[in-house]
């Protein structure tokens, strides 16, 4: 009877009376006996010579019995319920509206921004731009603001100036820092297209939010824009910059549409850092007190 050759045309037998039946074997109240025909005649094939009472309790092991829809094994002891899923889990399978909002907006960016990657590789449909693009890139690059500017305050010899670049110094200083801390954090990779070949960047500048050269370019500008006198055409200009710049990265395959609205923003936040947190002879002497031989 509980040959292996029976016992897989005793469980045929059993699914077919339940398809008949209009309800599964495992949950209808008909061909029990099937079942339970079904596990031991199963077991005794894994195990020749295993004991019914084995055979029993692994019955109770088995996912329907589990499940509590059929009493296989009465004596066997009640298991405990599975562990509750981690919270994240739960949130993808009810994603809230903010949710679902934050990842359409994320996914029609990724889409914008892969539509506007036209100078990420040479042989893409404005790759001939690629050259004006990376100039651009290095125009707002932070290595050459911060030798331009400690330069700059090397030469300088009024102490207006000093105050100014100074400041500009402490700026760049803590754009670098905050990008680098956002970047570590957040760690968004860089868009797929994107060829990774800037000139001169952190290990953290393998991720992409915020862009590190639109933060700079929102802070530059700002700062310049407040404490230079310029004339009209030129503060235009500078704008124009800012602007241009932030685009380029996107138009590189550098950055998600994102990534550059954001360092816009940022930049700007830091801007006003700065504006609150001035230094001057007055708050730092010691600082000042540097060019005192000159
Ligand atoms: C090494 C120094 C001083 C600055 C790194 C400048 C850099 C490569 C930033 C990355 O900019 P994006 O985030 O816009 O790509």
């Known amino acids: 009877m509980s040959s292996p050759r029976r016992s897989v045309d005793g469980r045929a037998a059993a699914s077919g009376a339940g398809a008949g039946g209009g309800g599964s074997p495992a949950h209808g109240s008909h061909g029990g006996g099937s079942i339970r025909f079904e596990f ?3 077991l005794s094939n894994r195990s020749p010579g295993a004991e019914p009472s084995a055979a029993r309790l692994r019955a109770s092991e088995s ?5 509590g829809s059929f009493p296989l094994a009465p004596a066997a002891a009640p298991q405990p319920p599975p562990p509750p899923l981690p919270e994240e889990d739960c949130m993808k399978l009810n994603p809230s509206f903010l949710g679902i909002a934050l990842s359409s907006l994320l996914a029609i960016d990724l889409w914008v921004s892969k539509r506007m990657g036209v100078c990420a590789r040479e042989k893409s449909s404005w790759g001939s731009a690629r050259p004006l693009m990376k100039l651009l890139e ?3 690059h932070g290595v050459l ?10 030469q300088s010899d009024s102490w207006a100036g000093r105050e100014v670049l100074v400041n500009l ?7 670098l820092v905050l990008v680098a801390l956002l970047k570590g954090l957040v760690r968004r990779r860089r868009p797929s297209h994107n060829q990774m070949d800037m000139f001169f960047s952190f290990s953290v500048d ?5 862009s590190g050269h639109a933060t700079r370019a929102a ?3 700002r700062f310049i824009l407040h404490h230079l006198v310029l004339a009209i055409p030129l503060r235009v200009l500078i704008v124009l910059w800012a ?3 932030g685009l380029s990265r996107v138009m590189l395959g550098r950055h998600n549409v994102t990534d550059v609205a954001f360092g816009f923003f940022l930049g700007y936040i830091q801007y006003s850092i700065v504006d609150y947190f001035w230094l001057s002879p007055f708050n730092i002497p010691a600082v000042f007190a540097l060019w005192s031989h000159k």
Do not use: E
Not at 145 to 154: E, K, M
Not at 169 to 175: G, I, K, N, S, T
């Open 40 to 42: 031991q005649a199963l």
């Open 243 to 245: 602007f241009i710049l």
């Open 145 to 154: 603001w911060l030798a331009g500017t400690a330069y700059c305050l090397y």
């Open 219 to 221: 802070l530059v500008s």
């Open 206 to 210: 393998k991720y992409s939010f915020p």
């Open 138 to 140: 290095i125009s707002g």
């Open 63 to 67: 996912p329907m019995h589990r499940r």
């Open 169 to 175: 110094l402490f700026a760049l200083l803590l754009d």
